[in-house]
């Protein structure tokens, strides 16, 4: 069995069974259970759970095109319509002109989409298509104070990183969290829980 199928941190791995061989039978059976808890475990970064969802390889433009304003988000956190229209709009980029040459463009495009989430959570565009209007991302920051968003360190939901020490990584799990700046310890709950 190859140790990679099994690495938690390979965004929608594939449990592979393992081949049938008489007198194995035990093992293999556990095995195949195994591989199925910890593909239901590594898969939940497409369910928005946490865990690793960028992507292995991320093209170096999008890195340097989408990432000297905010976080490079990972493309699975919106459906592909979502970021078809928002590619399609860099010009008028939630008030800010984020136009890009053709190519480059296209180049961005095509790896976002080929990335875009499909687990049914993510597969609805989102208001204005952002992340941060997602039912999900209201879910899974439900217990977070509205102040909280407003805080100097902070400013937008939009920046993750102000409370996700994995951002930039595409982790989000609640094992990296961390505290912004300033936050009041009457706020602090969803943190420690
Ligand atoms: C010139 C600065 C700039 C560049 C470059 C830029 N953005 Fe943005 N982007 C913004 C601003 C400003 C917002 C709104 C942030 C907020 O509301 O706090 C935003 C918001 C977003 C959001 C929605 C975040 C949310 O609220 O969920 C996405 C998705 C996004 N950008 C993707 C991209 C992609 C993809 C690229 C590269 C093609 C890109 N951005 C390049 C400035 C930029
Ligand atoms: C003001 C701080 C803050 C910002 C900004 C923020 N989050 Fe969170 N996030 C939290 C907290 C706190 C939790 C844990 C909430 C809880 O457990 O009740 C959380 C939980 C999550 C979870 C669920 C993790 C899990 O293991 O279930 C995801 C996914 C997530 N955030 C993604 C994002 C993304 C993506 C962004 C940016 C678009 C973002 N968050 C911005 C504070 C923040």
Redesign the pocket.
Known sequence: MKRSTVNPTCPVPVPTVPALRPGRRVITRSMSILMAVLALVAG?PAQ????R?MPRTVPEVYTQECASCH?A??PG?LPAASWQRLMGGLDRHYGSDASLDAATRAQIDSWLRAHAGTYKRVSEPPPQDR??RSA??AR?????DPG??K?PS?K?????????GG?ERGV????E?K??EG?DARLR???N?
């Open positions: 939940a928005a759970d946490g865990g969802l976080l988000y990972p956190l992340i941060t999900w991302f899974k920051h439900r217990k977070v909280v968003w805080l902070v937008s939901a939009a920046h993750c990183a102000a409370c996700h951002a989000f799990d609640d094992d969290l505290m912004p936050l709950r969803p943190w829980d």
